[in-house]
């Protein structure tokens, strides 16, 4: 069961903002454009390189694929979108239209800190009308393998995350920990330059597939055998934080705030998204005209 925590007001941007890289998967050049949009509207992706512009909401319904990344939608959708969400969900962003004109936003340096610059410079305005945040009576844990992930009852409004990192003892990662209780300042300071992060041995696999043609080891974290190849980390357990982020970003699929305790053990984006897919089910069960807005009634 889901109860009520808190509410505050619906936020978009004051402004747009536009954004222009190249994509880690396609080594495409990249503009995306951030439009500020009404109250209740949602985030939305709007593929400007397709004909008739499709778009797709930012919402755990339309999730299409988990693997190594987050996509949204089929052929005409996004993928990678878990770092823009997150960037958006750090300045409490609720409705925004994001146009794109490639499958998947820029890849930066393989953090969120560029985005989340680009929309503190936009700014944000309040909107008329609620965003509630909601939490758990008791624990909800999703798992695969020796991987969990677990949503702890709220004992206040506010979003704590908690992410155990062990890919065992042979990884040239470490095991590590990091908790972050959210709030905007410190995500910005501690979260969004954590980078994405691969082995070595998964470059060539990659690469095989026609994949980062355009990447480097310095646009994001290759882990050898002897560690770091051809970066510094920003953070000794800067994985781990890179982690978090990933959380944020899926969580935001979910429609509404969540308050509580997340902690996650060897967890990744197919386990995000199996959480969040279960708290819509369960705001749809309780009251769904107060949790979730009613398009995606049929598919929570």
Request: proline share 6%; with cysteine.
């Amino acid at each position: 069961m889901l109860r009520r925590i808190s509410q505050r007001c619906q936020r978009t941007l004051a402004r747009p903002a536009i954004i222009r890289g190249t994509g880690f998967l396609t080594g495409r050049d990249i503009s995306v454009r951030f439009l500020p949009s009404p109250a209740g509207s949602g985030i939305e992706f709007v593929r400007t390189d397709l004909p008739g512009r499709p778009s797709v909401p930012a919402h755990v319904s339309r999730v299409t694929g988990t693997a190594r990344r987050t996509t949204l939608g089929g052929e005409q959708g996004v993928s990678l979108v878990e770092h823009v969400l997150a960037a958006l969900a750090a300045h409490l962003v609720d409705n925004c239209v994001i146009e794109i004109d490639a499958p998947e936003p820029p890849g930066l340096d393989g953090s969120c800190q560029g985005f989340v610059e680009l929309l503190a410079e936009a700014g944000t305005r309040t909107l008329p009308a609620p965003r509630y945040s909601y939490g758990v009576e008791k624990l909800v844990t999703v798992s695969a393998g020796n991987a969990s992930l677990t949503l702890h009852p709220a004992d206040s409004a506010e979003l704590t995350i908690t992410y155990m990192l062990d890919y065992g003892s042979s990884s040239p990662i470490p095991r590590q920990i990091h908790t972050h209780q959210f709030s905007t300042g410190e995500f910005i300071r501690r979260i969004a330059p954590c980078r994405t992060f691969l082995l070595s041995g998964e470059v060539d696999a990659f690469r095989s597939q026609g994949l980062g043609s355009k990447t480097s080891f310095k646009d994001l974290l290759v882990f050898g055998p002897s560690g770091v190849v051809g970066n510094r980390l920003r953070f000794g357990d800067e994985p781990a934080r890179h982690k978090v982020l990933d959380i944020l970003g899926d969580m935001a699929l979910v429609g509404f705030d969540i308050a509580g305790h997340v902690v996650a053990c060897r967890s990744g984006h197919p386990l995000n998204v199996a959480l969040g897919r279960q708290l819509v089910s369960m705001a749809a069960a309780e009251r769904p005209s107060s949790f979730i807005d009613r398009r995606f009634l049929r598919s929570a």
